[in-house]
């Protein structure tokens, strides 16, 4: 199969696949398709800025502040990742921008010229400031059976992270799962009973939720 490519159609303002782009022309004959990048240089981009946003911003000289903006500016961010790795020079503001838009999952955000995670952090200092809004009955969560046996006594913990993950996709809860050595276990999570019994839940990202600790009286095994 060819390597996925995305182009950017500036008439219609949306973002095609090399998968859709036949159809588009077809379609709309006279619209110009700008190439983007590869999906190889997409998550390389996404690994990156994830590793820089959440966790080690130090490594690459980058400065994050309280709410997890980075002090310096979409431009210098660029710069400074152009100076300190290697196959960067293709990156340019749109590829930051495109990656930011395209993400299924909405891990970043640009405010004011500058980018942050919205989620994942392992610097305690830094905080979020999410929305408790428009929450789903259920949500789910990826494990394997070791930590499945803790989470039963202890409930679901931050562990590593500032805060706990949860998903609205079954789908993404079973591909985090298999990132775990052993039995995969997935478990749902009582959203109404634990806001009710004032537990705060926020959404994070498009499908990706975040809690302080969730009770395991809570949480149900759905496997």
């Not at 022309?25 to 590793?51: A, C, G, P």
């Not at 080690?56 to 400065?63: A, D, L, Y």
């Not at 200092?125 to 408790?132: A, S, T």
């Not at 995969?184 to 839940?201: F, Q, R, S």
Request: net charge positive; with cysteine.
């Amino acid at each position: 199969m060819p390597p996925l490519i995305y182009f950017y159609c500036n008439q219609c303002d949306i973002y095609l696949t090399n998968k859709e782009v036949p159809n588009h022309r077809d379609k709309y004959k006279n619209h110009n398709l700008e190439k983007i990048f590869t999906d190889k240089q997409r998550v390389k981009l996404s690994k990156l800025l994830s590793f820089m946003l959440r966790h080690n911003p130090q490594s690459m000289g980058i400065h994050l502040m309280d709410n997890g903006l980075t002090e310096e500016s979409l431009d210098e961010i660029i710069t400074i990742i152009k100076k300190n790795r290697n196959h960067f020079e293709w990156l340019s503001k749109q590829k930051i921008r495109t990656l930011v838009e395209i993400d299924k999952k909405g891990r970043f955000e640009i405010i004011n010229n500058r980018i942050r995670a919205r989620y994942g952090h392992s610097i305690p200092r830094i905080k979020i400031d999410l929305k408790e809004k428009n929450l789903p009955n259920e949500l789910f969560h990826g494990t394997n059976l070791r930590s499945y046996e803790k989470i039963r006594r202890e409930g679901l913990k931050p562990m590593g992270r500032n805060l706990v993950h949860l998903t609205s996709s079954l789908k993404d809860a079973k591909i985090v799962g298999t990132r775990h050595r052993g039995q995969l276990k997935i478990l749902k999570i009582n959203v109404k009973n634990a806001i009710n019994e004032g537990y705060k839940i926020w959404r994070a990202g498009k499908n990706v939720f975040v809690s302080n600790y969730i009770p395991s009286k809570y949480i149900r095994e759905l496997n």
